[in-house]
């Protein structure tokens, strides 16, 4: 059974950070690429950072680069995401996604595909 379980949210003031991390379980973890996403209300999902399980290749969206750092711990089969100088507009429901292929992790895969965690609220105030 495949399970992947995010943590670490919660409420935080404007210019703060987070730490988000992912528990996976069910699946091999270094043959799969391991995201972050996020789904702000009323907004689509975005694709945040990926890394891949195996050759711990990173990839950055443009419009958090240089804020976040995704990390990972093979050993645990886990996931981190380091999030600094937040702002209100990073507020939003943090996803922890794996796809199947960790050779590519080159680009941000649709909510139809790979597994999804439940996701961790992230409310940033002003």
């Known amino acids: 059974q495949v399970q992947l379980v995010e943590s670490g949210g919660g409420s935080v003031q404007a210019g703060g950070s987070l730490r988000l991390s992912c528990t996976t379980s069910?699946?091999?973890?270094?043959?799969?690429?391991l995201g972050w996403f996020r789904q702000a209300s009323g907004k689509e999902r975005e694709g945040i950072a990926i890394?891949?399980?195996?050759?711990?290749?990173?990839k950055y969206a443009n419009s958090v680069r240089g804020r976040v750092t995704i990390s990972q711990d093979k050993a645990k089969n886990t996931v981190m995401l380091q999030i600094n100088s937040l702002t209100p507009e990073d507020s939003a429901k943090y996803y922890c996604?794996?796809?199947?292929?960790?050779?590519?992790?080159?680009?941000?895969?649709?909510?139809?595909?790979?597994?999804w965690g439940q996701g961790t609220q992230v409310t940033v105030s002003s």
């Open positions: 890394i891949s399980g195996r050759s711990d290749r990173t």
């Open positions: 996604a794996a796809l199947f292929g960790s050779d590519g992790c080159s680009y941000f895969w649709d909510v139809n595909s790979g597994y």
């Open positions: 069910g699946f091999t973890y270094t043959s799969y690429c």
